[in-house]
């Protein structure tokens, strides 16, 4: 094997570099894989590379001891396994071609200099590599990694699980220029995509000029959809626009489970748009399917949906955020499901994404990959339709609001400077938690779960799966905040002919609640629950 200070190197065109406190992320457009680069010396190496004759000259320039080479080594032999950097003077076609500098065995994870995310790979299960992570992301990051960016809360379906209670759009929203702007500054600022959802953001007419905006500028898009308008033709666009990922969500892998939720006929159509994608040669769709009582056991069935169109699935947990709380009581997973779909994700989960979304069952004994970390306002935000930006997509509620892009200055200077962002990313307790002994890597679950539920911020997640939030969400002195905003379309906008729905839904008992809505829901956002959702890299650097 080449030694790989010996090369001569340069970053690969699709990668960009992001400067952090700690030294930089790495983001490759291409693959979609993230690396952090744990040390400035490092970056300054990477940065060098392409000017110096091999890597040898870039780490003397950089002032790396000699006795460091090894260990700087063997994270180019990572980064080049993970095409983040390449010999100089490959051509494109070699691009399909592995690096012939590999990693060599028993590497992965190892090193500690640079690291991928999020880790489908057994470095991260034993959580030692994922925590190291994680305590570096809890103090917060230059940008977001995993920005939710709503573009409209309207929507062409009724799903009851609606996380930002989407249906009607509100005359504030963003206009076209607007957007334009939120782009500039994201461009500005690094982020290396967004994750647009909605509702629906392909009803926006201008959806489809703020995905080349984005694109143009540097700032990958990756879109959640329910599929209504993925034509051959849009699907073909896209196939030929670099920089775009698409989700597709189904909840059901039977049009009888889905359509309960997502509303009649939604299963056929997202169904189609993968169809459409596939034959269009788009590349690695995601087919998102929020977990749910009633789908659970459709794991398998998921996985063939995806497998026999070229996607991949991507698994999310059914937070009682938005109309979700209207219906959590009967449509979360019970604890036997929760435990069959922990050890599901351990035995065939390794080409399955799940955006850290469940990092709860890790209550169970092993982590499962990912980050273990609640994101909200460190590495992860959602800017809303009104340019709102609150800490997640799954706590869309004036407790965590913090500004707006059009009156507080900017996108940047309410990610830098808001009170509420600094709030979260200062130590925070643990509560009830803290005698746990799996803490560790459960961080007691997910605060939107836990203010939806009306739970304390500091104790257990409401599914904690030992059972220490039962008798808190038995006790009948809840208090459950309703989100700040709901856009739900009124009573009979249900589409005739939809049948009964066999889950018991309706709002949760409030003498200010209005009477029951139809579901309404938005497509399954990327990122929504956590920075790694979306990265797709399969092994560490
Ligand atoms: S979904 Fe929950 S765990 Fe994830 S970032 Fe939001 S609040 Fe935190
Ligand atoms: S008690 Fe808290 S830390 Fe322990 S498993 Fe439950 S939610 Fe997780």
């Given at each position: 094997?080449?030694?790989?200070l010996?090369e001569a190197w340069?970053l690969?065109?699709?990668?960009?570099?992001?400067?952090e406190?700690f030294?930089?992320l790495a983001?490759?457009?291409g693959n979609?894989?993230l690396?952090f680069?744990?040390r400035?010396?490092l970056?300054?190496?990477?940065?060098?590379?392409s000017?110096?004759?091999d890597?040898r000259a870039?780490?003397?320039r950089?002032?790396?001891?000699?006795?460091?080479?090894?260990?700087?080594?063997?994270a180019l032999?990572?980064?080049?396994?993970?095409?983040?950097?390449r010999?100089?003077?490959?051509?494109?076609?070699d691009r399909t071609?592995?690096?012939h500098?590999?990693?060599?065995?028993?590497t992965a994870g190892q090193?500690t200099t640079?690291?991928?995310?999020?880790a489908k790979?057994a470095?991260?299960?034993?959580?030692?590599?994922s925590?190291?992570l994680?305590?570096?992301?809890?103090?917060?990051?230059?940008?977001?990694?995993?920005?939710?960016?709503?573009?409209?809360?309207a929507?062409?379906?009724?799903?009851?699980h609606?996380?930002?209670?989407?249906?009607r759009r509100?005359?504030?929203?963003l206009?076209?220029?607007?957007c334009e702007?939120?782009?500039?500054?994201?461009?500005?600022m690094?982020?290396?995509?967004v994750?647009?959802?909605?509702?629906e953001?392909?009803?926006?007419p201008d959806?489809?000029h703020?995905v080349?905006?984005?694109?143009?500028h540097q700032?990958?898009?990756?879109?959640?959809?329910?599929?209504?308008?993925?034509?051959?033709?849009?699907a073909r666009f896209?196939?030929?626009?670099?920089?775009?990922?698409?989700q597709?969500s189904?909840?059901?892998?039977?049009?009888?489970?889905?359509d309960r939720?997502r509303?009649?006929?939604?299963y056929e159509?997202?169904l189609r748009a993968?169809?459409?994608l596939?034959?269009?040669?788009?590349?690695?769709?995601?087919?998102?399917?929020v977990?749910?009582?009633?789908?659970?056991?459709?794991l398998d069935?998921?996985?063939?949906?995806?497998?026999?169109?070229?996607a991949t699935?991507r698994?999310?947990?059914?937070?009682?955020s938005?109309?979700?709380?209207d219906?959590?009581?009967?449509?979360?997973?019970t604890?036997?499901?929760?435990?069959?779909l922990?050890?599901?994700?351990?035995?065939?989960g390794e080409?399955v994404?799940?955006?850290?979304?469940?990092?709860?069952?890790?209550?169970y004994?092993?982590?499962l990959?990912?980050?273990?970390?609640?994101?909200?306002g460190r590495?992860?935000c959602?800017?809303?339709?009104?340019?709102?930006v609150y800490?997640c997509?799954?706590?869309?509620h004036?407790?965590f609001?913090a500004?707006n892009?059009?009156s507080d200055g900017g996108?940047?200077?309410?990610?830098?400077?808001?009170?509420?962002?600094?709030?979260?990313r200062?130590?925070?307790?643990?509560?009830a938690?803290t005698?746990?002994?799996?803490?560790?890597?459960c961080r007691?679950?997910?605060?939107?779960?836990k203010?939806?539920?009306?739970?304390?911020?500091?104790?257990?997640?409401?599914e904690c799966?030992q059972?220490?939030?039962?008798a808190?969400l038995?006790?009948?002195d809840?208090?459950?905040?309703?989100?700040?905003?709901?856009?739900?379309?009124r009573?009979?906008?249900?589409?005739a002919?939809?049948?009964?729905?066999?889950?018991?839904?309706g709002r949760?008992p409030?003498?200010?609640?209005?009477?029951?809505h139809?579901?309404?829901?938005?497509?399954?956002?990327?990122c929504a629950e956590s920075?790694?959702?979306?990265f797709?890299p399969?092994?560490d650097?």
């Amino acid at each position: 094997m080449t030694d790989p200070l010996d090369e001569a190197w340069e970053l690969s065109p699709r990668v960009a570099l992001r400067p952090e406190p700690f030294g930089a992320l790495a983001y490759h457009f291409g693959n979609r894989r993230l690396t952090f680069l744990k040390r400035p010396e490092l970056v300054s190496v990477l940065r060098d590379l392409s000017g110096e004759p091999d890597a040898r000259a870039a780490l003397t320039r950089a002032g790396v001891p000699a006795g460091r080479w090894p260990a700087y080594a063997e994270a180019l032999r990572g980064l080049a396994g993970a095409d983040m950097i390449r010999p100089r003077g490959r051509t494109e076609a070699d691009r399909t071609r592995p690096p012939h500098v590999t990693a060599a065995p028993g590497t992965a994870g190892q090193s500690t200099t640079a690291q991928s995310l999020p880790a489908k790979n057994a470095a991260a299960r034993s959580g030692t590599a994922s925590g190291s992570l994680a305590k570096r992301f809890e103090y917060g990051l230059a940008a977001p990694i995993c920005l939710t960016w709503e573009l409209t809360y309207a929507c062409n379906l009724s799903c009851v699980h609606c996380l930002s209670s989407s249906g009607r759009r509100d005359p504030r929203e963003l206009a076209t220029a607007q957007c334009e702007a939120v782009i500039d500054e994201l461009q500005a600022m690094q982020v290396f995509y967004v994750n647009i959802g909605g509702g629906e953001p392909t009803v926006r007419p201008d959806f489809w000029h703020l995905v080349q905006y984005a694109v143009n500028h540097q700032v990958g898009v990756k879109f959640s959809t329910n599929g209504a308008r993925l034509t051959p033709e849009r699907a073909r666009f896209l196939a030929a626009t670099d920089y775009v990922d698409v989700q597709v969500s189904l909840d059901g892998a039977t049009p009888e489970v889905n359509d309960r939720v997502r509303g009649p006929g939604s299963y056929e159509t997202a169904l189609r748009a993968l169809d459409n994608l596939a034959a269009a040669g788009f590349a690695d769709a995601k087919l998102s399917v929020v977990v749910t009582r009633e789908n659970a056991g459709q794991l398998d069935e998921f996985k063939a949906i995806a497998d026999e169109r070229g996607a991949t699935l991507r698994l999310t947990r059914l937070r009682p955020s938005g109309r979700g709380a209207d219906v959590w009581d009967e449509l979360h997973p019970t604890a036997a499901q929760q435990r069959d779909l922990y050890e599901w994700l351990l035995r065939a989960g390794e080409d399955v994404l799940t955006g850290d979304s469940f990092f709860h069952l890790a209550g169970y004994g092993e982590s499962l990959p990912g980050l273990n970390l609640c994101g909200a306002g460190r590495v992860v935000c959602l800017i809303d339709p009104l340019g709102d930006v609150y800490a997640c997509p799954f706590a869309i509620h004036d407790r965590f609001r913090a500004g707006n892009v059009l009156s507080d200055g900017g996108f940047a200077a309410v990610w830098r400077e808001s009170e509420l962002f600094g709030d979260l990313r200062s130590p925070q307790t643990s509560g009830a938690c803290t005698g746990c002994g799996f803490f560790d890597s459960c961080r007691g679950g997910c605060m939107a779960a836990k203010f939806f539920t009306g739970l304390p911020l500091d104790g257990p997640d409401p599914e904690c799966v030992q059972g220490h939030a039962a008798a808190a969400l038995a006790a009948g002195d809840r208090t459950v905040p309703r989100p700040s905003q709901d856009h739900s379309r009124r009573p009979g906008a249900r589409r005739a002919g939809a049948g009964p729905v066999p889950v018991r839904i309706g709002r949760r008992p409030s003498p200010a609640a209005p009477p029951v809505h139809p579901p309404v829901h938005p497509p399954v956002h990327a990122c929504a629950e956590s920075p790694l959702a979306g990265f797709t890299p399969s092994s560490d650097v």
